[in-house]
């Protein structure tokens, strides 16, 4: 099974950058991934890291550590437009598990 | 990119009734979709995967013969919710995954459900 785990809510200001974690335990584990989900809207993909190591894509990072079951992403020069939940998903091609989603709030 | 296409977004049915949600994969061949349910303030659960061409794979505590999913060809899965309740509605997301390996899944826009 899988069992994942991340923030509920967040808060940062605009202009800053924010890291979200997220920790997972799972059985067939083939990779990682990140959606943002606006309220009301089917989510979005923003990574997928197989791979230890940090990816960087524009202003979005993610980074992955298999022997410790542990993500992150990161968000650069936060715009209110940020503003979401944001996903942590583990799995693989079959089987996709989601956590409960961190919603991140940028303020002014 | 790869598109995958929601239809309807927004749905109201009367109890008792039944509705077919359609999910498409625009510009590529899905030969597996997922459907998955979110109700507020929770995360997305899988419910069903959606096999073209075979029975789908429904997970524990869902009913196949309320949530009916045909996936008849490599671009088309439907999600039919029979006998609708109330307790039904729901946000209803399907997938699709794009690459062999898995490594990018598109979603669909959703389609929200509502029972009244």
């Known amino acids: 099974g899988q069992n994942i785990d991340q923030p509920t809510e967040m808060t940062a200001t605009e202009g800053a950058i924010v890291q979200i974690n997220c920790t997972y335990q799972?059985?067939?584990?083939?990779?990682l991934f990140w959606y943002q989900q606006h309220a009301g809207e089917a989510p979005t993909f923003l990574s997928y890291?197989?791979?230890?190591g940090l990816e960087e894509k524009g202003r979005f990072s993610s980074f992955l550590s298999r022997s410790k079951g542990y993500s992150y992403l990161l968000l650069k020069e936060l715009q209110m437009k940020d503003s979401a939940s944001y996903l942590c998903?583990?799995?693989?091609?079959?089987?996709?598990?989601f956590g409960i989603g961190t919603k991140l709030q940028v303020i002014p | 990119g790869a598109v995958v296409s929601q239809h309807p977004s927004w749905v109201i049915c009367k109890s008792g009734t039944s509705v077919k949600i359609e999910c498409r994969s625009l510009?590529?061949?899905?030969?597996?979709m997922f459907w998955y349910r979110q109700f507020p303030k929770q995360s997305l659960m899988l419910m069903a995967t959606s096999n073209e061409g075979s029975k789908a794979t429904y997970e524990q505590g869902v009913e196949k013969d309320k949530f009916l999913i045909n996936h008849a060809s490599l671009t088309l899965s439907t999600l039919t919710v029979t006998s609708a309740h109330p307790e039904d509605s729901s946000f209803y997301i399907c997938?699709?995954?794009?690459?062999?390996?898995?490594?990018?899944?598109?979603f669909g826009e959703g389609s929200w459900l509502t029972v009244v």
């Open positions: 890291n197989v791979l230890d």
């Open positions: 998903a583990a799995g693989g091609y079959q089987k996709v598990t």
């Open positions: 799972t059985s067939g584990f083939n990779g």
């Open positions: 997938s699709a995954n794009y690459g062999g390996q898995g490594n990018t899944i598109y």
């Open positions: 510009d590529f061949q899905a030969t597996t």
